[in-house]
């Protein structure tokens, strides 16, 4: 795409360029010469999000993300723009044109068409409709001309949504409310109804969602509240009816009383074993006749200690039993004493001689004696109580794991209980709160806005510009048309030779244009044009003297192109042969009024010294009948022919038909040297044309170019102008 190209589109319709956008300009300024004045009216709602001098002692008050920040405020905004909200400030606005004596609006032809007793059913479906808060059924017919009545008056949710701006300022806290309308009144109020019926709205919505969460609560709570004191029921019938206190004490007490048992059970077996060892070594002190009576001896005294070392087994049992009571340690150690002054007394009576010096050791083993006993049945008596101690434990396991299934059961209900007691504390908490959406600036009735019409009038007149320009382009962009040489030799990929403009005036005499020494502008331009071709095609010939004009279709200019290029080389002292080879429309032959043929020439009929002139030029016309060349001859007698016209003449040009005409044009190409063709500019080269530009591009040594024919003037540089 060649901006150049379409900026000279643009120059060639500058014309519709000017004209459409002032007659777009004008229309416009007629269309908004009487539109009434706008006023705008302003209101401010805060809403609590982010000011926290809104706050209260709100526990669910965390600071929010800018995301939900911003999600908060677009769906406060889109509910202030909503069909609700917009059709309950219509339902006012209607009720205040049905009854008002002054009005908003002027009455619409369908307002007009109401009675008395339509306006009366108008206001009360309207008010009803505002009470209940709900929309206008399209599916009933009353409803439904109601709606209409309403959009003629463009008090309907979309005519008032085109009026409404609602945004937030910045990042503040605030929600700016506009309506913008020919009413200064009506303008606040709508404002003003809009605030107060969204705050209204979000009010109960908030309010009837906290209510619910509170009823929701409080039957939650209530059935959480049911199972955990279901729980403790059931755990405090298990411990009455197994005679379970405190498990936990109670084991903690069976272990330890176990752990002290053990204890002394195994001090007890030390000093058995240590009584033992004292005794047996007290034993070893005394050779056998000692040993023998003092076992007589000691029977004696064991049979008067008897009763005494009874009881103290009796206490020492009951001691044990006890738990190590201090009141039965006393009496032990009473019953001790009574037993050692048994042991003095009896040793001193029974044990004389001849055993005096060993009556100390006799002493000594008594005693140990008696405590080797007790420390025996000490320890009898701590293992059957660690037997009943361990037997009691055994017994508190399968109660110590239904207790604390109950007790871990209990204790989740408990914190679920808690965690709800939260929530509906906080929700109840919330509920009594009131909402943070509150209006804190009022609308008034503004000044009229600065007037728009101007503005619409240099807008339409930039659209209608713009959207000219869009046409050009689109029109420019879609034409594939060839309107000057680069475009044909980059669509054709083959050279361009020149082209021609088209001359001005409906008829001309190219022999006074190319005579005429005093030429003006355009044709001397045209001959320097022709002069060009032909020194390009001189270059193309190379010795080559017959040269054939042709074109893809009739009416292309080929007639026109063959007898200027005879009159270019003519110009530059050239014997030139014309001859006209398309029997289909001789026009060179009527152009000239050829006296002699090409027919004549062929057949022998005419001698080759006939066509001497006395001038540069030399024509072979054709006497036409819609014939080919090899009707008239065979291609050697052609050949020859043309071979002896070749050393008479400088150039032979040949026009032939055009290569549409098939076998008529391709019989004289079979015998010329050299192939120029001409295309008329403007035209699109579609598929069937497409199909001969290949037939000539396969002609590489005959086809030499091609010359465009009637290029606009605006499609060749300045500078590359003859």
């Not at 411990?239 to 002290?260: F, H, M, P, T, W």
């Amino acid at each position: 795409m060649d901006l150049s190209s379409f900026l000279k589109v643009l120059l060639r319709h500058k014309l519709t360029l000017v004209l459409v956008p002032l007659v777009t300009v004008i229309i416009t300024y007629f269309l908004v010469r009487n539109q009434p004045d706008t006023y705008l009216s302003s209101g401010q709602i805060a809403t609590g999000i982010v000011d926290q001098t809104q706050k209260s002692i709100n526990t669910a008050a965390a600071v929010l993300q800018d995301q939900q920040v911003s999600q908060e405020f677009s769906n406060l905004i889109a509910m202030i723009r909503s069909k609700k909200m917009l059709d309950q400030v219509g339902y006012q606005l209607m009720i205040h044109e049905l009854s008002s004596s002054t009005p908003f609006r002027k009455p619409s032809k369908l307002f007009l068409t109401l009675n008395a007793s339509a306006k009366a059913h108008a206001i009360a479906v309207y008010k009803k409709f505002y009470n209940l808060r709900q929309p206008l059924s399209l599916f009933d017919p009353d409803q439904r001309g109601l709606h209409d009545l309403m959009a003629s008056m463009r008090y309907d949710d979309q005519s008032l949504l085109n009026k409404l701006t609602v945004y937030r300022d910045g990042n503040s806290d605030f929600l700016f409310v506009q309506f913008e309308s020919e009413d200064p009144n009506m303008s606040a109020l709508v404002v003003n109804n809009l605030c107060q019926e969204f705050i209204a709205y979000y009010t109960l919505l908030v309010k009837e969602n906290q209510r619910k969460a509170v009823n929701f609560y409080s039957d939650l709570l209530q059935a959480k509240g049911d199972t955990l004191q279901r729980r403790l029921d059931r755990l405090k019938d298990y411990k009455i009816k197994n005679r379970v206190l405190n498990l936990s004490e109670q084991a903690k007490s069976l272990y330890g009383q176990i752990s002290d048992f053990e204890t002394r059970r195994e001090q007890s077996e030390k000093d058995a074993i240590a009584y033992k060892a004292a005794i047996n070594e007290i034993d070893n002190q005394f050779d056998p006749a000692d040993r023998r009576y003092l076992e007589s001896s000691m029977v004696r005294i064991n049979q008067q200690l008897m009763r005494t070392r009874t009881q103290l087994e009796t206490v020492n049992n009951e001691y044990v039993q006890s738990g190590f009571k201090p009141e039965y340690q006393e009496r032990i150690d009473s019953l001790t004493r009574l037993m050692s002054s048994q042991i003095s007394r009896a040793s001193d009576k029974y044990i004389v001689n001849p055993m005096v010096n060993k009556q100390s050791l006799i002493a000594q083993k008594l005693t140990m004696q008696i405590q080797y006993d007790l420390a025996k049945s000490s320890a009898g008596s701590i293992e059957r109580e660690l037997i009943r101690l361990n037997n009691r434990l055994t017994r508190l396991v399968p109660h110590e794991a239904v207790v604390q299934s109950d007790e871990s059961a209990i204790q989740i209900a408990r914190d679920e209980y808690m965690d709800v007691l939260e929530k509906y504390n906080q929700t109840s908490l919330e509920s009594n709160f009131s909402v943070n959406l509150r209006q804190i600036e009022t609308a008034m009735p503004g000044a009229a806005q600065p007037s728009k019409k101007m503005l619409l009038v240099i807008i339409s007149g930039v659209i209608s510009v713009l959207f000219c320009v869009l046409i050009l382009f689109v029109l420019f962009y879609l034409d594939n048309s060839v309107k000057n040489p680069r475009e044909l030799a980059n669509i054709t990929k083959t050279p361009v030779l020149g082209y021609l403009h088209k001359l001005s005036g409906s008829t001309f005499d190219l022999r006074q244009i190319w005579n005429d020494t005093q030429s003006n502008d355009e044709h001397r331009r045209f001959k320097n044009l022709l002069q060009s071709i032909r020194f390009e095609i001189d270059n193309e010939l190379k010795g080559n003297k017959v040269l054939l004009v042709n074109s893809i279709a009739q009416d292309e200019g080929k007639t026109f192109l063959a007898l200027n290029l005879a009159y270019a080389y003519a110009l530059v002292n050239k014997r030139v042969l014309l001859i006209d080879g398309d029997f289909t429309r001789p026009d060179i032959t009527a152009a000239v009024k050829a006296k002699t043929f090409i027919e004549d020439y062929l057949t022998g009929n005419l001698p080759i010294n006939e066509l001497a002139s006395t001038s540069k030029i030399s024509t072979l016309g054709n006497k036409g009948n819609d014939i080919s060349l090899l009707q008239i001859a065979s291609s050697a007698i052609i050949g020859e022919k043309l071979s002896l016209l070749k050393s008479n003449f400088d150039i032979i040009i040949i026009e032939a038909s055009a290569l549409n005409t098939l076998n008529k044009s391709k019989e004289w190409i079979s015998v010329a040297d050299k192939v120029v063709t001409i295309l008329k500019a403007g035209q699109t080269l579609k598929e069937h044309k497409k199909l001969h530009i290949n037939y000539l591009q396969s002609l590489p040594n005959q086809f030499i170019g091609w010359v465009l024919n009637e290029v606009d003037k605006g499609q060749v540089p300045a500078e590359q102008q003859a």
